[in-house]
């Protein structure tokens, strides 16, 4: 249904409840029940005063390590993404019970991640709390300056944490099972977030195409992964791109590529000259992006093959 109204003239939010109750019901229809508590083996716990932390006591690359500092940090950080959020939806509007249930769900993350974190002795809990201090008083998440750039901001968000927690699981020590069961737990539901904000953009994009392609336009140029409130951000940023968790190439092949396939920017029509215009502005990033990673790629191959085998 394109119903090709003036974005003015659409009121997004009060057109979308019935696709905001559909997909939640989706979404509740294959519940995902899992108890933080069931997953850890508690008994491989070691009191820290007993025997401080030490690297040696998890051997793995400092990328990694990274990755489910800055992971944890971010699921941490829930409270204020839920502020976020809420403030898009409107008393007695079924966006405000999706909102609940998802807060409810993400709520998990830490508290099984941390679990995990202390028993397994994967990070440094001290660096870990030091952390979670400053970043929870700067209290840094993105803004959004309405609802339409808000479902878009969450649709990327959601795909690209899942795949750092996919391929930061990955990276694990193989006799790790506990960890990469966590980290698999918690990718399984930022699947199902994804999926409902990606679906709702969709159904957004059939009813005011204009407003939506000018709100994922703005996202996509300015998209960054949550975490600007952590310390040392960028060093943790970069660690974790050089280990191939997550970077620019995988925001383009993992995140962008198949979001904007599945909204079929690329075809849109019917557009207001303003829409065409951001149109045409998403689709030349996303190939200067597209080419920017082609050409690392190519660099990096290239020392490979420069670097001697001995
Ligand atoms: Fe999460
Ligand atoms: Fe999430």
Same mark, same amino acid.
């Given at each position: 249904m394109n119903k090709r109204l003036p974005t003015s003239r659409v009121d997004l939010l009060s057109e979308l409840a019935p696709d905001v109750e559909r997909l939640y019901n989706r979404h509740l229809e294959s519940p995902r029940d899992w108890y933080p508590h069931e997953q850890i083996d508690w008994g491989q716990g070691e009191s820290f005063e007993a025997r401080p932390w030490a690297p040696e006591d998890y051997p793995v690359a400092e990328g990694v390590r990274s990755s489910i500092y800055v992971n944890l940090l971010t699921e941490d950080n829930l409270p204020y993404y839920t502020d976020s959020i809420l403030s898009h939806a409107p008393e007695r509007h079924p966006i405000r019970d999706w909102s609940y249930q998802w807060t409810m769900e993400e709520n998990r993350h830490s508290m099984i991640m941390r679990d995990w974190v202390h028993v397994s002795r994967c990070i440094n809990p001290t660096l870990l709390e030091d952390g979670r201090r400053v970043q929870m008083t700067r209290a840094e998440v993105p803004r959004h300056p309405d609802f339409a750039e808000m479902i878009a901001y969450v649709s990327f968000q959601e795909r690209a944490t899942q795949i750092a927690h996919r391929n930061t699981g990955a990276k694990l020590p193989k006799d790790d099972k506990m960890g990469r069961n966590v980290l698999g737990l918690i990718a399984g539901d930022e699947t199902k977030h994804y999926l409902f904000y990606r679906d709702l953009t969709l159904a957004a994009f059939a009813i005011d195409p204009s407003a939506m392609t000018i709100a994922v336009a703005r996202q996509v140029s300015t998209f960054a992964m949550p $975490?600007?409130?952590?310390?040392a951000f960028t060093r943790h940023a970069v660690r974790i791109a050089r280990e191939g968790i997550y970077g620019l190439g995988q925001y383009v092949k993992d995140v962008l590529t198949p979001v904007l396939s599945l909204w079929d920017v690329d075809h849109?029509? $019917?557009?207001s000259k303003e829409a065409e215009r951001a149109r045409v502005e998403l689709l030349t990033v996303v190939s200067t992006v597209t080419k920017t990673v082609e050409r690392m790629a190519d660099k990096a191959t290239a020392s490979v093959r420069a670097t001697p085998v001995t």
């Open positions: $975490g600007t409130g952590i310390p849109l029509c $019917g557009l």
